[in-house]
């Protein structure tokens, strides 16, 4: 019998390729300023000037009714920015982008205790084999920065707040399309007019890095509004994560390519780095096949 892959696993699967870009080509923002809260809330400013040309699509009622859990998942999303781009000034792309993977183990028991979500072992199996792949993905000597490692760390769980505040939003009601736009328009609205203020005299920006800004936030708000399609589609945080983590393979030839076009601050990588990354992807896909089946 041929097994149908749900529509929401390709709607991540794409998100995630995306995704790997993006995250990868934040390392270009630190080219431009070793400010990272600054980078961090700008980068989220560009994606959300965007996002406004898509205001007209979006039902604004579902963020008056639900502003105060919009702005508490805006605030983990830029806490986690903020720790993410701590990480990349701390270790390589190809080690901290992979090593977000970890995310859906702090989802997974998040979602247990506040979501009451349930998963067959086989489900939790796969998780655990894309965990263990994550080692193999990272710098190709099964280690990286201590801090850089700290500092993904807490994104994860920062970022799986966000997560399961996003499931939240949706199971109330709000739209794929509408939480997209929400998370981006937010913050950009309250805090873009402050920057004169927050950033003081390093709130300018040139035109480099606003080039920068532009790419990473065409790129970023393409992956996120397909990932809330498929948070909708798929009604849980575990499954989406599980694929996701996809996206530590697809940052290897990400960083490997980027490298190839002469892009600034990213790792080349050694014959050896490429043989465990291979082996990683290989347990990585291996992983995502058997938990899909689980999801059956």
């Not at 199996?125 to 850089?148: E, R, T």
């Not at 939480?179 to 003081?200: N, Q």
């Not at 994560?241 to 390519?257: D, E, T």
């Amino acid at each position: 019998m041929a097994v149908v892959i749900p529509s929401y696993i390709w709607l991540t699967l794409i998100a995630s390729v995306l995704h790997a870009f993006s995250f990868t080509y934040t390392k270009q923002f630190l080219a431009h300023s070793d400010n990272r809260m600054k980078l961090a809330f700008y980068s989220q400013y560009a994606v959300g000037i965007i996002a406004f040309c898509l205001v007209p699509f979006v039902d604004l009622d579902q963020l008056w009714s639900n502003i105060g859990l919009v702005l508490l998942m805006c605030t983990f999303v830029l806490v986690g920015q903020t720790l993410y781009l701590n990480a990349l000034k701390h270790g390589d792309a190809s080690f901290v982008v992979p090593m977000l993977g970890c995310k859906m183990f702090a989802v997974a028991g998040l979602s247990v205790l506040l979501l009451s979500e349930t998963y067959s072992p086989v489900v939790y199996l796969g998780a655990a084999g894309a965990f263990v792949s994550l080692f193999f993905l990272n710098d190709g000597k099964l280690h990286g920065s201590p801090k850089a490692l700290a500092f993904v760390l807490l994104t994860c769980v920062v970022f799986s707040f966000a997560d399961i505040a996003v499931v939240q939003l949706l199971n109330r009601g709000m739209g794929g399309l509408d939480l997209a736009v929400f998370v981006f328009i937010v913050p950009t609205a309250l805090l873009m007019p402050l920057s004169p203020i927050i950033f003081k005299n390093d709130w300018n920006i040139t035109k480099g890095l606003g080039k920068t800004l532009f790419i990473y936030a065409a790129v970023q708000l393409a992956g996120i509004i397909l990932l809330m399609f498929a948070f909708k589609q798929a009604q849980q945080v575990t499954v989406i994560n599980i694929v996701q983590s996809s996206r530590g393979l697809i940052a290897i030839g990400v960083v490997y390519l980027m490298a190839r076009f002469g892009f600034s601050h990213i790792e080349r990588l050694s014959k050896q780095q490429l043989i465990n990354r291979s082996f990683g992807g290989f347990l990585m896909f291996a992983s995502l096949a058997v938990a899909v089946m689980g999801l059956q």
